[in-house]
Nanobody, 123 residues
Framework: QVQLVESGGGLAQSGGSLRLSCAASGSMFSINVMGWYRQAPGKQRELVAA???????TYADSVKGRFTISRDNAKNTVYLQMNSLKPEDTAVYYC?????????????????WGQGTQVTVSS
């Protein structure tokens, strides 16, 4: 079983910064992708940024140039540095990881979610 534990959410003023962290723990062979999604009230969950172990980082257009995703592979941790925050960034932010591991049916790539952390940006 894999767990994703997030930290770092909170309240920031418009133009301010916050840093989110998410650590993966448990039984895993390798991590394929780690990333962040967010869900604002009344809206669908959307991708914010995703970072594969090898490959191209993806950012939502709305956060390009303001947010930076990074990983510490030795710690199985992903970070999201959020700068120049705007009120429209207010949402619950969820960590996501696609992880390869063994199951009763064999090797599989499975998707895991963190519990979510609230980010609120005041104007």
């Amino acid at each position: 079983q894999v767990q994703l534990v997030e930290s770092g959410g909170g309240l920031a003023q418009s133009g301010g910064s916050l840093r989110l962290s998410c650590a993966a723990s448990g039984s895993m062979f390798s991590i394929n992708v780690m990333g962040w999604y967010r869900q604002a009230p009344g809206k669908q969950r959307e991708l914010v940024a995703a970072m594969p172990t090898s490959g191209t980082i993806t950012y939502a257009d709305s956060v390009k140039g303001r947010f930076t995703i990074s990983r510490d592979n030795a710690k199985n941790t992903v970070y999201l540095q959020m700068n120049s925050l705007k009120p429209e960034d207010t949402a619950v932010y969820y960590c996501n990881a696609n992880i390869r591991g063994t199951t009763v049916t064999g090797w599989r790539n499975l998707n895991y979610w963190g519990q979510g952390t609230q980010v609120t940006v005041s104007s």
